[in-house]
């Protein structure tokens, strides 16, 4: 059964840290290119960040650029969101998604393209 389980959200103050992870199964990761998703109650989801198949390509949204760095560890099949400097509206619900990759550079952040969605991990940044 193809599965994506994120974890490492949580309570977080202003200018902290966190890692989320988003590990898989079911299914061969290389094949797939990632992104993360957030999404505020009340609010569309919106791409956070892609990274391609190969871990070649990645993008970012531009209020996270320079703060957040998307990773992936095939071996492992999990891909990472590693947060820096959080901010109270990075606060949100986050998903990984995989889309099926028809190329090795293939990166997007559009929710209509995914395929598969894990159920999201809460990060909230507060003091």
């Known amino acids: 059964q193809l599965q994506l389980v994120e974890s490492g959200g949580g309570l977080v103050q202003p200018g902290g840290s966190l890692r989320l992870s988003c590990a898989t199964s079911?299914?061969?990761?290389?094949?797939?290119?990632i992104a993360w998703f957030r999404q505020d109650p009340g609010k569309e989801r919106e791409g956070v960040s892609c990274?391609?198949?190969?871990?070649?390509?990645?993008h970012y949204k531009e209020d996270v650029k320079g703060r957040f760095t998307i990773s992936r560890d095939n071996v492992k099949s999990t891909v990472y969101l590693q947060m820096n400097s959080l901010k109270p509206e990075d606060s949100a619900f986050y998903y990984c998604?995989?889309?099926?990759?028809?190329?090795?550079?293939?990166?997007?952040?559009?929710?209509?393209?995914?395929?598969?969605w894990g159920k999201g991990t809460l990060v909230t940044v507060a003091s």
């Open positions: 998604a995989a889309a099926v990759a028809s190329s090795q550079a293939m990166c997007l952040m559009s929710s209509n393209g995914m395929h598969y």
């Open positions: 079911g299914f061969t990761l290389s094949y797939y290119m």
């Open positions: 990274i391609s198949a190969s871990g070649s390509s990645t």
